[in-house]
């Protein structure tokens, strides 16, 4: 690196450096690309489309129920029967969770913040039925209310 004390009339260079600039702008753009990401709270599932509703961003303000389908494994079924069905993997925050404890879980999470909204997030691989059965058990814990997590139309 150089410096340049001034031109031929003998007055200094008024000549700015944005070299360091440039490298301060560069990694904090990295820095909000990588934390952007990771604002959202719960389980990452792939999220079913929606025409309508209100746009809402999770800043990590909500208690996330998330309701993943599972892995999808080759079960070879014999000819006249029905294959097992294969029940959803459930989720409080970043927490697996079973049906018989989710309420449980889900008033241990809302002990930390009692203030924060539930959101129930579900896979689009699954049916209605699976989602709807996880919110079942949740209305039946108390809860009424009750925010669902879908993705919105792309323009």
Request: aromatic content about 2%; overall charge negative.
């Amino acid at each position: 690196m150089g410096m340049k004390v001034g031109d031929r009339s003998g007055g200094p260079m008024a000549d700015i450096n944005v070299t360091p600039l440039v490298d301060v702008v560069l990694v904090l753009l990295i820095i909000f690309m990588v934390i952007t990401h990771l604002l959202g709270s719960g389980v990452d599932v792939p999220l079913p489309p929606a025409q309508t509703g209100t746009e809402v961003r999770d800043g990590g303000q909500h208690l996330v129920v998330s309701v993943k389908a599972p892995e999808q494994r080759k079960i070879v079924v014999p000819e006249g029967m029905v294959a097992p069905r294969i029940p959803p993997e459930i989720y409080v925050d970043m927490t697996r969770s079973e049906p018989d404890a989710l309420i449980t879980d889900i008033n241990e999470a809302y002990q930390d913040n009692p203030e924060r909204s539930l959101l129930v997030k579900g896979d689009k691989n699954l049916t209605w039925q699976d989602v709807r059965e996880v919110m079942d058990i949740i209305h039946i814990g108390g809860m009424s209310t009750m925010l669902l997590a879908v993705e919105g139309e792309k323009e």
